[in-house]
């Protein structure tokens, strides 16, 4: 298992964003939501891959350093624990895009938010996403 996430299995780019959105399955949570484009495998190159992009409104937390913050929480969960979501993708020989939207009030503190709050609410989605695929 990698200690990085690897930036190929990054999904990046505003058009690819909003496919996942308005095409996928939408997983509500807390702090997360979460939106899931599975991809038939049959004409594409890739199997087994899982595409992950973060995304953290700046209507919610509107300064940057703590945008940048909380994606990296977010990122650093994911990083964690990807590793048996990815086996069972292998295992249905599917591909799948993930979108990781951050969904918290105005109201949270960012300052005290840790990667203890994020990353069970990320478990909890990911046993979600494995039943879907």
């Not at 496919?19 to 949570?29: E, M, T, Y």
């Not at 979460?34 to 595409?51: F, H, I, P, S, T």
């Not at 979108?99 to 990667?115: A, N, Q």
Request: hydrophobic share 40%; glycine share 6%; charged share 30%.
């Amino acid at each position: 298992m990698g200690q990085t996430l690897p930036k190929s299995t990054i999904l990046r780019g505003y058009q690819t964003f909003s496919k996942v959105i308005h095409n996928g399955v939408c997983i509500p949570g807390t702090l997360l939501t979460c939106y899931v484009d599975r991809l038939e495998a049959a004409g594409r190159k890739e199997k087994g891959v899982a595409l992950i992009g973060f995304s953290v409104p700046k209507k919610k937390i509107p300064l940057a350093v703590n945008r940048n913050r909380v994606r990296r929480l977010m990122r650093e969960a994911v990083r964690k624990n990807i590793f048996p979501l990815r086996q069972k993708i292998a295992e249905n020989d599917r591909s799948v895009r993930i979108v990781l939207m951050f969904k918290g009030e105005k109201t949270t503190d960012i300052k005290k938010l840790t990667l203890h709050d994020i990353e069970p609410e990320w478990q909890q989605l990911q046993q979600k996403i494995e039943t879907l695929i």
